[in-house]
């Protein structure tokens, strides 16, 4: 089994790992955070950890009522301006701990006397030494270029901080029981995403569409499968593909359409009709069954029971689909060129 099929599938045990070990900083790092009145957060993160943070946006808004901002570090690397953000929680997320950006934000915002934290999957990492609170992902080694258990484990210890500012054990509750429904995804879905790999493994591109706690994942999965198998691939909000970007899809272009049950299904049934109208592939990827429709191709998940940590249980069926096409391909994903593991930006 190569290096990247094997850690999609130790997702279930890294993020009962990352519970574990980050419970109680989770708790100091919040507390901390009331002590000092805070009631905004600012992230910071590049690639897959940005995706992690997109996810953090929703949930930390839907649950705590926390607005969130999406950091820009070149405005302090490149342009060298000064940006206060000694009111707020800075969060900084990266894999590695050495992205130099985020860095870079996270000592200018240490200067500010702002509360900071890092989400990294080393402890002994720049980042991780130089935020005031260390949240560790616990993922162990993590070999394949493209970053998946790493990412889940983001998204947890986020959801988790989330969980705990708003007091609210029952999300929490729902938390603990995502490895379990990870694990049962992963076991669910080799079938049809074997056969959906056979199937798209000779395109040139598609397009992911997702809205709300969907978009990450369209996100996320547009860059596993890009940077796995080397084919143009991009995700949008399924809001914003209605204002322009559907112009581009000719009839028989492939579409995958990230359709979990609840809020925003909806969303999901319009884009899909006017899909129907330019002729475009389209491909349901949901919870529930009976929200694709007889024209439909599809690849179902396990239903969480909630539309907030759906994301865990979509997630794997790209980085699956994106293992599995390489096989079809005849692709080594260890092999990615241009692409390193660890990507310094500055």
Not at 14 to 29: C, G, Q, S, W
Not at 32 to 59: L, N
Not at 261 to 285: F, M, P, W, Y
Request: charged residues 25%.
């Amino acid at each position: 089994m190569i290096n990247l099929e094997k850690e999609i599938r130790e997702q279930p045990s890294v993020l009962r790992k990352a519970i574990e070990t980050n419970r109680n900083r989770v708790t100091d790092l919040v507390a901390e955070a009331k002590e000092r009145g805070i009631k905004s957060v600012y992230f910071c993160a590049r690639g897959t950890s940005d995706h992690a943070c997109v996810m953090a946006q929703y949930v930390f808004a839907i649950v705590a009522g926390i607005p969130c901002a999406l950091g820009t570090p070149s405005v302090f690397t490149k342009y060298g301006a000064h940006v206060d953000l000694s009111d707020m929680l800075v969060i900084g997320v990266s894999q590695s701990g050495k992205a130099e950006d985020v860095l870079t934000v996270l000592k200018s915002a240490n200067k500010d006397g702002a509360l900071t934290a890092a989400i990294t999957n080393d402890e002994n990492s720049p980042m991780a030494k130089e935020a005031l609170h260390s949240l560790y992902c616990d993922a162990g080694p993590e070999v394949s270029i493209a970053a998946t258990k790493t990412f889940t484990s983001q998204m947890m210890i986020l959801s988790m901080i989330a969980a705990e500012w708003a007091g609210d054990n029952d999300f929490f509750e729902t938390l603990t029981k995502v490895p379990d429904q990870v694990g049962e995804t992963l076991e669910e879905i080799v079938p049809s995403v074997e056969s959906m790999a056979e199937y798209l493994k000779n395109i040139d591109g598609a397009v992911i569409l997702g809205r709300g706690m969907a978009y990450p994942i369209a996100l996320e999965g547009a860059l596993k499968m890009l940077e796995t198998n080397k084919i143009k691939m991009k995700g949008y909000a399924t809001s914003d593909f209605h204002h322009g970007p559907i112009a581009q899809l000719k009839p028989g272009d492939k579409v995958f359409v990230i359709e979990p049950s609840g809020a925003t299904e909806d969303d999901a049934a319009s884009i899909i009709g006017k899909l129907r109208n330019v002729g475009a592939d389209i491909i349901i990827v949901t919870d529930d069954e009976k929200l694709v429709p007889s024209d439909c191709k599809s690849i179902v998940t396990v239903n969480t029971g909630c539309e907030l940590t759906s994301p865990f249980t979509t997630v794997p069926v790209f980085q699956l689909l994106a293992s599995k096409m390489t096989e079809v391909r005849g692709i080594d994903p260890e092999v990615a060129g241009v692409i390193n593991k660890i990507t310094i930006t500055k």
